[in-house]
């Protein structure tokens, strides 16, 4: 069955009528088995370009094309058979006019099966998202720290503090009213993320904002602590797997080297078991 024909996963209509209801789970993932390992527990899994960093050592997400993007969403929608599918637009694919953001749009859902596209910003992109979904492209929309905006930005820093969050309040609601069934809000003071997810009709997902968001968000491989470059402060691990895959490779290299692996029982005998003699 192709992913655009499942019939238990959520339509971007079920994620935005979770609005002040149990809150919306969701996570990163980039590969088939993490996400057969998230499916059972999250309403929609996001193939963020954060991929960039955390599987391909680049320095941002500036450098991650649309090519990555199919390859990684066509992975993660084979391990998918309950969670909805969203997959970052990534940057240079959207910006530049409604019409580039439709075509792009349309080849990442027609490629890789998803339910709806994720794009960055707010009052300047709200044209875009009202034209995609006029369409038929479901739009996530995000707002407050855009990783893909981090030159103009001045780095990955706390957006909306003091007088900016007024525009802050102006992006969430240009998003909403352009027809965005949702919008992640990164790194944005807790009160002002409050105060946006009671201003907009939308669910709002937090990542580094609240608790009081109608869902939260997180990459997979920080909160496994398989992604150990850095730790957002946002962040809580709940596991430490970095950490174990070292030591056990640690010790699988000491193993070889002293001879102890492979063991008896890692090696085949002459004869096949219960050949006669």
């Known amino acids: 069955m192709s992913a655009t024909a499942r019939k238990t996963a959520p339509m971007p209509d079920d994620i935005r009528a979770m609005k002040g ?65 969203v997959i970052d637009m990534p940057f240079g694919s959207y910006e530049e006019s409604r019409e580039q953001a439709f075509r792009n749009a349309a080849r990442l859902m027609a490629s890789t099966g998803a339910g709806a596209v994720k794009l960055e910003g707010g009052v300047a992109m709200a044209d ?7 369409r038929g492209i479901p739009v996530m929309a995000h707002v407050g720290l855009t990783p893909q905006s981090i030159n103009t930005l001045g780095g990955y820093k706390v957006q909306g503090r003091g007088d900016a969050g007024q525009a802050l309040m102006a992006d969430a609601q240009a998003v909403a009213d352009a027809g965005a069934f949702a919008v992640v809000l990164e790194k944005v003071p807790e009160t002002l993320a409050d105060e946006v997810t009671a201003a907009v009709h939308i669910p709002t997902i937090g990542i580094g904002a609240s608790a009081g968001c109608d869902g939260q968000i997180l990459v997979l491989d920080d909160m496994l602590g398989l992604f150990t470059a850095f730790k957002a402060k946002f962040v809580k691990r709940y ?36 050949a006669k003699p």
């Open 128 to 134: 875009t998202i009202a034209f995609l979904v006029a």
């Open 21 to 85: 209801g149990t809150p919306i789970v969701s996570l990163t993932a980039y590969t088939t088995p993490m996400a057969q390992m998230m499916d059972a527990h999250c309403d929609f899994v996001l193939v963020g370009d954060s991929v960039g960093m955390v599987l391909h050592g680049l320095p941002s997400t500036l450098g991650v094309t649309m090519e990555m993007m199919e390859m990684h969403g066509r992975a993660v929608a084979r391990g998918l058979s309950r969670a909805m599918m």
């Open 239 to 274: 596991a430490e797997l970095g950490a174990d895959g070292a030591a056990a490779i640690a010790a699988y290299a000491d193993d070889v080297r002293a001879r102890r692996f492979p063991g008896p029982e890692h090696v085949f005998g002459d004869a096949a078991p219960g």
